[in-house]
């Protein structure tokens, strides 16, 4: 327990917690430097709202935006959270009497709500950023997000992947063949790239003699712009360099005599500014939601309706843990930032292979067994 002037000759008292006392005597001399060069009565005067916080945080998203630090899907992402859900409930209180009781009450109401569990989280994350930002700035002495009653929001839920099998994998490539998209949905299958890395391909990314593609954008749709437009890649893991498989190799000249023959029939009217690989007919982009029902539609031919087009990229991942590929391998093939992310989602798949791991150390210990007797 402190003990800390208000500047008006009152005692206000502030309470710190931990599990050890030196990391209560730790926390406690971080509060009374917090403390130093303000009072609490400079805190009592500070007449800012959570919605005012909020405006200030978006103006230095936009910066963040303009400077390139920040995709613009990220910043609308944060806009719409603070616009609909948190202003609208938290927007008038001011900063200096919200409670953790406060916050607890707004989880509890975004429970309530339609959204999504992984939503809510988001949500509760960039009150969490406007109460840190208020923190630093010496609006609040403490984050009451810190004493917030975490079991209210929702757990992450982790859901078995449903991987395609081998039967299924045949009737999708044979319901493929003759399709205006046949050579785009053989290439995700077999190289797992996400939709907007493998929309945003341009012929440069293609290295035919060294077969080799280079992933480093995507075509990504702008809400605010309402248009389609490439962008890099966020993590330096996500651009990477992949070795193709001379079956791809092939499927990409295949495009390539694809599309030099429609830019003949489209004569005039054909327009590919940024020379994609897989562009409509007339080289414009092809749009996600576009690919996404036609491949739906596929899926729903073969009997697998619940399959979508990330689908594809979970039945590349079995594939190649199928083949041998080591858990790193497969997390370079994905782009995925770290190998604990690869981990997670593919824990399942991946449990199949410790299986057959352990069966192979089996066959191993019983050759060693038989040379002992």
């Given amino acids: 327990m402190l003990s800390l002037g208000d ?20 926390k406690a001399e971080a509060l009374k430097k917090r403390c130093d060069g303000q009072s609490f009565a400079d805190v009592r005067k500070s007449g800012t709202t959570v919605g005012e916080l909020a405006d200030e945080y978006l103006k230095e998203l936009t910066e963040r935006v303009s400077n390139g630090s920040l ?11 603070i616009r609909v ?18 916050i607890d009450n707004f989880h ?8 999504s569990p992984h939503t809510v989280r988001d949500i509760s994350s960039v009150l969490g950023l406007l109460l840190k930002r208020a923190y630093q700035d010496n609006l609040i002495p403490v984050n009451p997000m810190d004493k917030c009653k975490r079991q209210i ?5 982790s859901s078995e992947i449903r991987v395609m099998d081998n039967k299924e994998i045949s009737a999708f490539l044979s319901a493929c063949v003759g399709h205006p998209l046949e050579n785009l949905f053989q290439f995700a299958l077999f190289e797992g790239l996400r939709i907007g890395e493998l929309l945003g391909l341009s012929w440069d990314c293609w290295d035919s003699e060294r077969m080799t593609l280079r992933i480093y ?3 990504q749709y702008d809400r605010n712009k309402k248009a389609y437009g490439l962008e890099s890649l966020k993590t330096k893991q996500s651009r990477r360099i992949l070795s193709l498989p ?3 190799n092939a499927v990409l000249e295949k495009e390539r005599k694809r599309q030099l023959e429609q830019r003949m029939k489209a004569g005039e009217l054909w327009s590919n500014p940024d020379d994609l690989i897989f562009a409509n007919e007339y080289g414009g982009h092809l749009c996600h939601n576009s690919v996404r029902k036609q491949i739906k539609k596929i899926f729903a031919e073969i009997g697998v309706p619940e399959a979508h087009f990330h689908s594809l990229r979970h039945a590349f991942t079995a594939l190649c843990i199928e083949n041998g590929d080591s858990a790193k391998a497969v997390q370079t093939a994905l782009g995925h930032s770290c190998l604990s992310t690869t981990m997670n989602i593919y824990a399942y798949i991946l ?3 410790k299986r057959a791991s352990a069966d192979r150390m089996e066959g191993t210990i019983q050759r060693y067994a038989a040379q002992m007797r």
């Fill in 71 to 81: 995709k613009q899907n990220s910043y609308a992402r944060y806009e719409m959270f």
């Fill in 7 to 26: 500047g008006m000759g009152n005692a206000v008292r502030k309470s710190v917690y931990g599990k050890t006392l030196p990391e209560c005597k730790s």
């Fill in 217 to 219: 954008r995507q075509l």
């Fill in 85 to 102: 859900h948190i202003k609208p409930r938290l927007g008038e209180v001011k900063v200096k009497k919200l409670t953790p009781a406060n």
């Fill in 108 to 115: 509890k109401a975004l429970n309530r709500s339609d959204l």
């Fill in 246 to 248: 001379a079956s791809m």
């Fill in 153 to 157: 929001l929702p757990g992450k839920q």
């Fill in 351 to 353: 449990s199949d292979e």
